[in-house]
């Protein structure tokens, strides 16, 4: 940990006076050192948070005080901690952390335990048993009490709540008009449409904004849409509207791939265009917890764990997500595995919703290093280009033996914000395709467990590359292979549940 707080600040018209009062009030502004070889990656690190509204200061004796006696100063604003981790990535606490009790612990002994500990349960997480969203008095810091508590036969664990950059898994590109390319060839896609093009399928796509306006998007859109809104450092705040959602390109292109609607005479369209959308935003300005990931991967799957007059079947058959860090390793919270557990086993009425999740974009750098996209229950996807290689004009992407398959991901074509189009790279453009692909399957057959239809995708793709795979069909660069909807549909068809 820092000697450094951190304090989020609105943007409005009225920022730059915040930010001065700030300095004059609590503390001087500062710049985060480390050391030489993460130096720039910090800066870079700090710069975003800066943006996103975080004001960054070394505290004066007055507030270094108050901190010290554990007091909240009526007027010192929502503020926390800073750490920096070896890899020169920041983490701002929160004032909360989530803890799970084991499930023969009473609310009685629990009220009791929060109260000793001058802590408050702020909402009860429902995708997992005996789990909240604790909150700590005064100024107390989270990590220390997760650490005290961490020994307690009455809690499973106790896991202090981080804000972190978790940006969009995205290597920009010029924009240019062309051909989808994706769907033609080897994905054999244009002939499993003539069987299914994802009717009856609900697709969620998190990202931290959408076009949810754009015209290929609009019409199959459901009305458990929403975003999740940060209020200051720690309160998430679940917006069930389109009013004030989020507009993003990143997620715009990626709900294209997976979804855009085909023959209404706008744009291209997407792997399964005739699939219903659930769009749901997270993490604006790539700044937030872990824990707005794993809310938002639990109402994808069931709503009511946000909403509790909502009916769980309006929860998403396949979720996707094209977001985390580049080049460093990223630790999977209790919190967000929660989630993921939840989601695939619990989601549609105990089938499982079927989550792919964007690996990352750097050829050198080993999926282990992700433990997000290396968690047995998500898919893991990376790219190729038109003519299936691996090594595309901007590098590749990650590997190892957790890589599901590839996607078309390299000059893939489709929709951007404020109804542009053209061309894009990434492992986040190649998730959603294979999301897609995966709602054509299940279109076909429902029934199909997660655990099915994702034996399915293994087995029905093609072996690319002109490489050897191994004994398992499996390849450390291609997975099991470039997807294909055709078989998959086909294999669907023919899979007894």
Not at 391 to 420: H, K
Not at 423 to 438: H, L, N, Q
Request: contains cysteine.
């Amino acid at each position: 940990m820092t000697d450094t707080l951190a304090i989020k600040q609105e943007f409005s018209s009225e920022r730059t006076r915040n930010v001065e009062n700030i300095e004059k009030n609590f503390g001087d502004r500062t710049k985060l050192s480390a050391d030489t070889r993460n130096a720039s990656r910090l800066s870079d690190q700090q710069e975003i948070f800066e943006k996103a509204g975080y004001v960054f200061i070394k505290p004066n004796e007055s507030i270094r005080k108050t901190l010290e006696s554990g007091r909240q100063k009526p007027e010192l604003p929502t503020a926390g901690s800073v750490f920096v981790n070896k890899e020169g990535l920041i983490k701002v606490g929160t004032g909360r952390l989530t803890i799970k009790f084991k499930h023969d612990v009473s609310k009685n002994e629990i009220d009791a335990l929060l109260e000793q500990n001058s802590m408050k349960i702020i909402r009860q997480l429902k995708f997992a048993d005996s789990l909240y969203e604790i909150e700590v008095y005064g100024m107390t810091d989270p990590l220390d009490i997760s650490i005290q508590l961490h020994d307690n036969e009455k809690i499973e664990y106790a896991e202090p709540i981080f804000n972190e950059h978790i940006p969009e898994r995205y290597i920009p590109t010029d924009p240019k008009y062309s051909d989808q390319w994706q769907w033609k060839g080897g994905l054999s896609i244009e002939k499993a449409w003539d069987i299914s093009k994802g009717e009856g399928v609900k697709i969620a796509l998190i990202d931290p904004g959408i076009d949810i306006s754009n015209p290929d998007l609009s019409s199959s859109m459901l009305n458990t849409a929403g975003y999740f809104k940060n209020n200051g450092i720690a309160e998430i705040v679940f917006v069930n509207d389109t009013a004030g959602f989020p507009n993003g390109r990143h997620g715009t292109f990626c709900s294209g791939m997976a979804l855009a609607r085909s023959d209404n005479g706008k744009f291209g369209c997407g792997a399964a265009n005739r699939a219903s959308f659930i769009p749901i935003a997270c993490l604006q300005d790539t700044t937030g917890s872990q824990l707005s990931l794993a809310r938002s991967v639990s109402y994808a799957a069931d709503p009511t764990t946000e909403i509790s007059n909502a009916n769980k079947d309006d929860g998403a058959d396949i979720i996707s997500v094209s977001l985390g860090p580049a080049g460093v390793h990223w630790t999977l919270t209790s919190v967000l595995e929660e989630a993921i557990i939840f989601a695939t086993t619990k989601g549609r009425n105990g089938l499982g919703t079927v989550i792919f999740w964007a690996v990352d974009n750097t050829r050198d750098w080993l999926i282990s290093e992700d433990e997000v996209c290396s968690h047995p229950n998500t898919i893991a996807v990376g790219r190729v280009d038109q003519n299936d290689n691996y090594l595309d004009r901007l590098g590749g992407s990650a590997y190892g033996p957790e890589l599901d398959f590839v996607a078309p991901g390299s000059d893939v074509v489709n929709i951007y914000s404020d109804e542009n189009f053209g061309s894009g790279i990434g492992t986040s453009y190649a998730t959603p395709c294979a999301a897609g692909v995966g709602g054509l399957a299940l279109s076909i057959n429902p029934k199909l467990t997660r655990t099915m239809l994702t034996e399915i995708l293994h087995q029905t793709c093609d072996k690319v590359g002109g490489v050897d795979y191994d004994s398992d069909g499996h390849h450390i660069r291609y997975g099991y292979g470039r997807i294909n909807a055709l078989k998959a549909v086909e294999a669907a068809m023919n899979k007894k549940n």
